[in-house]
């Protein structure tokens, strides 16, 4: 069936060209694409005449992501064990459908709250009052900045909180019944049957369900381009401003000269490459639980 | 079966503290809940209430070609290529990607089934901004920016999430129903197109409408492939085109009141759509009789 290999043909074009295109960067940079900090863009049309050094954007990207999944992944914990283990069908669904209609909100609209309305109202506050308490602690050194890392990860976390608690729960809702009237037989307590019976089974689809969320962070563009600010150099402090690779492209893609563009693409491919190894690896994870479809997160 | 070899690790202490403990973590929980949802009210009332003011009739049927530091105009040019280009992208995603769904139903065994479904969710979890740079090497480069490659890079990434969805609702058609089409005599494809899809079709609409909804908010592609219009673009290549999440993107990011007025605005045009389009979803799988 030729719809069928369609899939596959798109997947695999989707490598090639980009990756073909960018090969010309790849070669003049050497390893040092990978580590350098230095971004330069030449002017040139036809061959590579500017350093390409990509460092400062990877950075960014783990470090929102990282940020980002240290608040999601408790907390979509919480909720599918809150939705699983302790409501009922009738308080469930509808916090289930709210969940999932966070999901379903366009990221540049994430991006416009969180740059004109959650960022300055509701978390400079606590940033504020973090940095000046723990300030002496690089990562926290002050002062905070109207566009940094920390914001970007708290919306990011946002984002994949909805992806998250949908494979968890799914994967929760998986554990037999018998498994936790055995442990409530036993006189485990409610959150004692959760800690020894329902998170341990659980365990494999939460490491999946966990890098399936930080794939998604990784890749996620636009609401992270309005709220990390830009910048070419690398700041420890989460509080202050970087760049990510995603947020690279589509902050300098319009004003780039054409070997710009092949150092943005060389960009792509390199974030496509990330997000590809720890989406087969969650995939193969998720694969393995057998009866989970993961259908929630497409 | 693997229980059998889990220690039950209860903690010591009397019971009532042991109860107490358990509710507390309980409490614990119902915070994460309101965790997600406070940001869930807060971003649609805040979108509401900074963007009911600001979208009204002149706001929905003109567009802005004067100054960005004005007040006035719409986003009528955004709304039409958000349009365009999502019908375009659902054309050609939808039919593809219910096809590979067939295959893989249909064909369980075949050599390609495997890596289809697996690519196939592999796929999903591609960055949309890499999809946006790949149609920009294969096409934006040879014929220009323009509607037509907006929407392609729109389809390709609604295709893994209609495939996915169409074979979760394929997969749910009862056997009885098919063997019963193959016992009168009918073949594969009558059975498929007479039987299997008539009674998967409101998941099959299901799953193509959240496809939609998920695309018309895409931005990041489209930055790369439709680049920017200031006004109405009918034309089917070529030029630029323009979108609602384009055109909040560039005023969002403004210094000028008048122009983060007119993103709120569209911001809340844009989520009515995208909730609609995924509430109405909801409510056609619920008319299904067989769902998961």
Do not use: C
Request: net charge positive; aromatic share 8%.
């Amino acid at each position: 069936m030729l719809s069928g290999a369609a899939v596959l043909v798109v997947l695999g074009l989707m490598i090639g060209s980009t990756t073909l295109d960018s090969l010309p960067v790849f070669f003049s940079q050497g390893i040092s694409f990978l580590t350098g900090t230095n971004w330069d863009p030449g002017a040139s049309r036809t061959e590579i005449t500017g350093t390409y050094q990509a460092w400062v954007f990877i950075y960014g990207t783990l470090v929102t992501s990282l940020i980002a999944i240290v608040i999601a992944l408790p907390v979509a914990v919480g909720i599918a064990l809150f939705l699983t283990e302790v409501a009922g069908h009738r308080l469930a669904r509808p916090l289930i459908y709210m969940v999932e209609l966070l999901a379903a909100v366009p990221s540049v609209i994430y991006g416009l709250w969180g740059l004109h309305f959650f960022a300055p109202v509701i978390l400079k506050p606590p940033a504020n009052a973090v940095s000046d308490a723990l300030g002496f602690i690089p990562i926290f050194a002050g002062p905070v900045i109207s566009f940094n890392f920390f914001f970007a990860g708290v919306v990011l976390a946002i984002m994949i909180i909805p992806i998250i608690t949908a494979l968890v729960r799914e994967v929760f809702t998986a554990v037999p019944d018998t498994d936790r009237q055995a442990g409530f037989a036993l006189g485990a307590t409610r959150w004692e049957v959760m800690r020894s019976i329902v998170v341990p089974r659980s365990r494999p689809g939460i490491i999946g369900a966990t890098m399936l969320g930080l794939g998604r962070a990784l890749g996620e563009t636009i609401a992270v381009a309005l709220l990390i600010g830009g910048g070419t150099a690398i700041n420890f402090s989460i509080f202050q401003q970087g760049e990510t690779i995603a947020a690279k492209i589509v902050n300098t893609f319009q004003e780039s000269t054409p070997e710009g563009i092949d150092a943005l693409i060389a960009l792509g491919v390199t974030l496509f490459a990330m997000t590809i190894v720890i989406n087969v690896a969650a995939r193969l994870i998720v694969r393995r639980l057998g009866d989970v479809s993961g259908e929630a997160v497409a | 079966m693997t229980t059998a070899h889990m220690p039950l690790r209860l903690t010591t202490g009397s019971g009532r503290r042991r109860a107490r403990f358990s509710r507390f973590m309980t409490g614990v929980m119902a915070v994460a809940v309101l965790l997600a949802l406070i940001p869930l009210l807060l971003i649609i009332g805040v979108t509401v209430a900074k963007g009911l003011p600001a979208l009204n009739w002149e706001f929905l049927t003109s567009t802005f070609n004067h100054s960005r530091r004005e007040a006035g105009g719409g986003y009528l040019h955004g709304l039409v290529g958000t349009l365009y280009m999502g019908g375009l992208a659902a054309l050609m995603s939808i039919p593809m990607g219910i096809g590979a769904a067939i295959f893989l139903t249909e064909f369980p065994r075949h050599r390609l089934s495997g890596p289809v479904r697996f690519f196939s969710d592999v796929m999903t979890g591609v960055p949309s901004v890499f999809v946006g740079l790949f149609v920009y090497t294969i096409l934006v480069r040879q014929i220009g920016f323009g509607t037509f490659v907006g929407a392609l890079s729109l389809a390709i990434i609604m295709l893994p999430i209609v495939v996915r969805s169409s074979e979760e609702v394929l997969r749910l058609v009862p056997g009885e129903l098919k063997r019963a089409s193959y016992a009168l005599g009918a073949t594969q494809w009558q059975t498929v197109f007479g039987v299997a899809l008539p009674t998967a079709a409101p998941g099959l609409i299901t799953g193509s409408m959240l496809a939609v909804a998920r695309a018309l908010g895409e931005t990041a592609p489209l930055v790369l492939t439709a680049l920017a219009a200031q006004s109405v673009v009918i034309d089917f290549q070529g030029g630029g085109q323009t979108a609602l999440p384009l055109l909040i993107f560039r005023e969002a990011r403004g210094a000028f009141e008048a122009g983060q007025q007119r993103a709120w605005a569209g911001a809340l045009e844009l989520m009515m759509l995208v909730l609609l389009l995924t509430v109405l979803a909801r409510l056609v799988g619920r008319q299904s009789r067989y769902r998961g």
